[in-house]
Structures are given as C-alpha cells and as structure tokens.
C-alpha cells in the first residue's frame, strides 16, 4: 500500500536535523521518499498534512504492558512496598486473559499518545497472551516474559525453577522473535538481581550471547535495592552485571539512578543501554538520574515511562516535559534542552534497541513509524518565531495526536484507533482487574 502524506510540516530527526515543508511517500512498510514529491504520484492513500506537523513515532524503552491493568491500585508507596505489596500479588494473580487486557489497554494508550515503539517486560506467566496483543495492534515492539527464580518474598505465584524459567523464555523467542519482519522482537528480561540467582544470570548471558538478542532488566532504581544486592552478592549493582559478564551492547538497564563513578565508566566502556524513567522515579520517590552525566560519557539513553501502576500513564509527551525540566533544576535552564530531549524520544530510543537503521527518524528506507499532529490548539500557540521541536517538548500533548502510522500501516486515524475496539478493551480491563483483586486478597488500602 502506498500513503501520501502532503504538503506537511517535516521532522526529520535526520542526522543535520532538519525541518522540513513538504510530503512523505510511504511505499508498503518503508518511507520512500521524503521532500518535494512530484505531482500526480499514485497512492492508495492521500492525507492533507497542510498546517500539520509529521514526527517519527515515538520508541518507549521501559513499559511493563502487564501492569496497566494496576493503575491506581499501588499509589503512594516506596518502591519494594510497592512491589511485595500491591504489584507482585496482583501479577501472580493474572490470567491469559486479564494478561492479553491489559497489554492491549497500554499499547491503545500507548498509541494515542504517539508512541510507535516499546520495550516491554511481562510478568512471569501468560506473556504469550501479550504478544498476541502486540501482533494484533500493529505495535513495534521488543518484549519478553520476566524472570524470577530467587527472593524470600516472591510469591509462589511468581517463583521460577532456574531451567524452566530459561526454557520457556527460549520457546517464546523462537516463535516470536522476528516476527512480521522483525516488528515484533524477543528479549530476556531478568527482573532484577535481588529476585535472580547467578545460575540464572549467567544463563540469560550465554542465551543472549547466542542468539543476539537484548536482554532488558532493572538497576540501581532505589538505594535499598543496592543494598540488598551488596549484603546477597558483595558488590553494587552494575558491578556484579559487570562480573558475570552481563555489561555488554545487548544490556538495557531500566532507571540507572543510583550510580557510582565506577559503574558509570562500566555502562560508558561496555556499551550498555540506560532508559530514563523521570515520572516513575519522582512518584516512587526513587530518585532523579544524572541524565547529562551519563550522556557526557557517552552512554546511550532512551526515555521510558515505566508502567501504568507506578506512573499511572504512558504518555511520551509528559516524559520529555517532565525530563527536561527537573534537569534544569538541578543543572540550570540550559540542560537538557528540548531538542536533547526529543532525540530520546526518538533516535535514542532506537538506539536502545539497537533499530536505529530502522526507526527513530523520517528518512528515506527507513521503517514508516511516523506521527502526524495537528498543533492548531490554543495550548500550542503562537507558533510563529517558536523552535517546532520545543513547541513539541514543551507545549504539545498526547491530544493532539491525530494520526499514527506503524509499519506502513495506519492505526488510529483522526484519533480513532484502527486496530483495537477501544470499547472492548474499557469493558474488559475494569472486569478483569476486579477478578485480579478478589484473587490476590489486595484491596483498596495498604
């Protein structure tokens, strides 16, 4: 299928950055061209872009799709409060259904919002319900189910054998990974290292190493986790991946708020990726990253808003408003300006998931994963004299997407999603989060 989108502006988030007035030609799942396209071009669809703004699809690289469904149901709490009271209880309390629920509810929002890409890690079981929903959506995304094979206070309906934990992880990826060329990826996806054991670990290094894929966890979010992980393996964090061999290229460690010299030069040298998750990290209280360090030493970062239960939602928008800004606070205006920010939304996420040949900006042969806004809003103007990409950062929101496009395929159209009944999914989530608390004992107070 051909799509043509006219006379629109363009940010291109090319190498030179440039904004451009023009139209954008996709051909099947790829941009074929990108500029001044000549009149009379034959395409299946036309969409007037005239006073509109085209962006490259936003690439998430931290959800949890599988806590959607706990929006509102952990608020208020610290971070292991969080988890061995509310979060764990009620993911050990999922179905196949309620698990299929809540990823769709997430990647409707998701999409809504203009996010076009994700990195996602499931819960124990069910995850095959979730990647069903992801085929189905037309999402891009790179996901896997979590692994849990350690830990006094993991529910029994969460623990792990070692061997079965690795086995069904490697059955997934051979199914799914590389699916409907390649837009659906397979990642292993330890939780973190106070609920993995070492035999674990270093399984999911050989794994990862063979069959080069990603491998997604969690690091250094909150002190007391730091503490737990020096008092059971006898170094910090970063550290101990760093000792067993997992600190390489194929790492995405979630959060990284709570580092060391040392670590920051293992994540700098071994090339692992970072996902900064601002929202997540204020409402747990968990602290703020040094963004602008971790960037000076050259590490990689991508921007995540983590999952529905701990920011209660997946907006790009509120991530790269609220990232810059606390920055400031902390470093002055000048840090982390808004372009820095975008690029994190966009190429630095597809970095992180090492698609950027693929995604993350508007060019020629490159994936069409592309947004289209119309920033006529009173909250969005003036524009005239305004940088576009600040407008974007600090002025634009999640309302005023109105078109997305993933793959070459359009999946909400004038705000309306494509390929999710957005009816079905309100209807089935509030059903199936009540069957998940009457099972989990969790009620509505701590």
């Given at each position: 299928?051909?799509?043509?989108?006219?006379?629109?502006?363009?940010?291109?988030?090319?190498?030179?950055?440039?904004?451009?007035?023009?139209?954008?030609?996709?051909?099947?799942?790829?941009?074929?061209?990108?500029?001044?396209?000549?009149?009379?071009?034959?395409?299946?669809?036309?969409?007037?872009?005239?006073?509109?703004?085209?962006?490259?699809?936003?690439?998430?690289?931290?959800?949890?799709?599988?806590?959607?469904?706990?929006?509102?149901?952990?608020?208020?709490?610290?971070?292991?409060?969080?988890?061995?009271?509310?979060?764990?209880?009620?993911?050990?309390?999922?179905?196949?259904?309620?698990?299929?629920?809540?990823?769709?509810?997430?990647?409707?929002?998701?999409?809504?919002?203009?996010?076009?890409?994700?990195?996602?890690?499931?819960?124990?079981?069910?995850?095959?319900?979730?990647?069903?929903?992801?085929?189905?959506?037309?999402?891009?995304?790179?996901?896997?189910?979590?692994?849990?094979?350690?830990?006094?206070?993991?529910?029994?309906?969460?623990?792990?054998?070692?061997?079965?934990?690795?086995?069904?992880?490697?059955?997934?990826?051979?199914?799914?990974?590389?699916?409907?060329?390649?837009?659906?990826?397979?990642a292993f996806c330890p939780r973190f290292?106070?609920?993995?054991?070492?035999?674990?670990?270093?399984?999911?290094?050989?794994?990862?190493?063979?069959?080069?894929?990603?491998?997604?966890?969690?690091?250094?979010?909150?002190?007391?986790?730091?503490?737990?992980?020096?008092?059971?393996?006898?170094?910090?964090?970063?550290?101990?991946?760093?000792?067993?061999?997992?600190?390489?290229?194929?790492?995405?460690?979630?959060?990284?708020?709570?580092?060391?010299?040392?670590?920051?030069?293992?994540?700098?040298?071994?090339?692992?990726?970072?996902?900064?998750?601002i929202s997540s990290n204020l409402k747990?209280?968990?602290?703020?990253?040094?963004?602008?360090?971790?960037?000076?030493?050259?590490?990689?970062?991508?921007?995540?808003?983590?999952?529905?239960?701990?920011?209660?939602?997946?907006?790009?928008?509120?991530?790269?408003?609220?990232?810059?800004?606390?920055?400031?606070?902390?470093?002055?205006?000048?840090?982390?300006?808004?372009?820095?920010?975008?690029?994190?939304?966009?190429?630095?996420?597809?970095?992180?998931?090492?698609?950027?040949?693929?995604?993350?900006?508007?060019?020629?042969?490159?994936?069409?994963?592309?947004?289209?806004?119309?920033?006529?809003?009173?909250?969005?103007?003036?524009?005239?004299?305004?940088?576009?990409?600040?407008?974007?950062?600090?002025?634009?929101?999640?309302?005023?997407?109105?078109?997305?496009?993933?793959?070459?395929?359009?999946?909400?159209?004038?705000?309306?999603?494509?390929?999710?009944?957005?009816?079905?999914?309100?209807?089935?989530?509030?059903?199936?989060?009540?069957?998940?608390?009457?099972?989990?004992?969790?009620?509505?107070?701590?």
């Amino acid at each position: 299928m051909k799509i043509l989108i006219k006379n629109v502006e363009i940010i291109t988030q090319n190498p030179g950055e440039e904004i451009l007035t023009g139209d954008v030609l996709v051909e099947d799942t790829r941009i074929a061209a990108v500029g001044q396209i000549e009149p009379g071009t034959p395409a299946d669809k036309v969409i007037d872009g005239t006073g509109k703004t085209l962006i490259p699809g936003f690439v998430q690289t931290h959800i949890h799709l599988c806590q959607t469904l706990f929006r509102g149901q952990a608020d208020d709490l610290e971070l292991m409060d969080w988890l061995r009271k509310r979060i764990w209880p009620l993911e050990a309390s999922h179905d196949e259904e309620s698990n299929y629920w809540s990823a769709l509810l997430g990647i409707g929002e998701l999409i809504e919002s203009g996010t076009t890409s994700l990195v996602d890690m499931e819960t124990v079981h069910h995850t095959e319900s979730a990647f069903n929903a992801l085929a189905e959506s037309g999402i891009r995304a790179m996901s896997g189910k979590v692994m849990m094979d350690h830990g006094a206070e993991v529910p029994a309906g969460l623990f792990e054998d070692t061997a079965d934990s690795l086995d069904q992880s490697v059955q997934l990826l051979k199914k799914w990974h590389g699916y409907d060329g390649g837009r659906i990826q397979y990642a292993f996806c330890p939780r973190f290292v106070v609920s993995c054991t070492e035999k674990l670990l270093t399984g999911v290094r050989d794994l990862s190493a063979y069959y080069d894929v990603m491998v997604h966890t969690h690091a250094s979010e909150n002190r007391g986790e730091i503490a737990l992980v020096e008092a059971e393996r006898g170094m910090r964090n970063v550290q101990y991946l760093e000792h067993i061999g997992l600190a390489n290229e194929r790492l995405i460690l979630a959060h990284s708020i709570w580092l060391d010299e040392q670590e920051r030069q293992i994540l700098a040298q071994r090339n692992v990726k970072v996902t900064h998750c601002i929202s997540s990290n204020l409402k747990l209280s968990s602290g703020i990253a040094d963004v602008p360090g971790l960037k000076e030493a050259g590490i990689i970062v991508g921007l995540g808003a983590d999952g529905a239960a701990c920011s209660n939602n997946l907006d790009m928008f509120q991530e790269m408003r609220i990232a810059a800004m606390v920055q400031k606070v902390l470093h002055g205006p000048t840090c982390l300006p808004a372009r820095e920010v975008f690029k994190m939304a966009t190429m630095g996420g597809a970095q992180v998931m090492r698609l950027e040949k693929e995604i993350g900006s508007i060019e020629v042969g490159k994936r069409a994963d592309l947004v289209l806004m119309d920033l006529n809003q009173l909250h969005a103007f003036p524009s005239t004299g305004v940088d576009p990409i600040s407008r974007l950062v600090y002025s634009a929101s999640k309302r005023d997407v109105e078109t997305v496009i993933i793959n070459g395929r359009v999946v909400m159209e004038n705000h309306q999603l494509t390929t999710i009944d957005r009816a079905a999914v309100l209807r089935n989530s509030n059903e199936a989060i009540d069957r998940l608390l009457k099972r989990s004992g969790v009620n509505a107070k701590v």
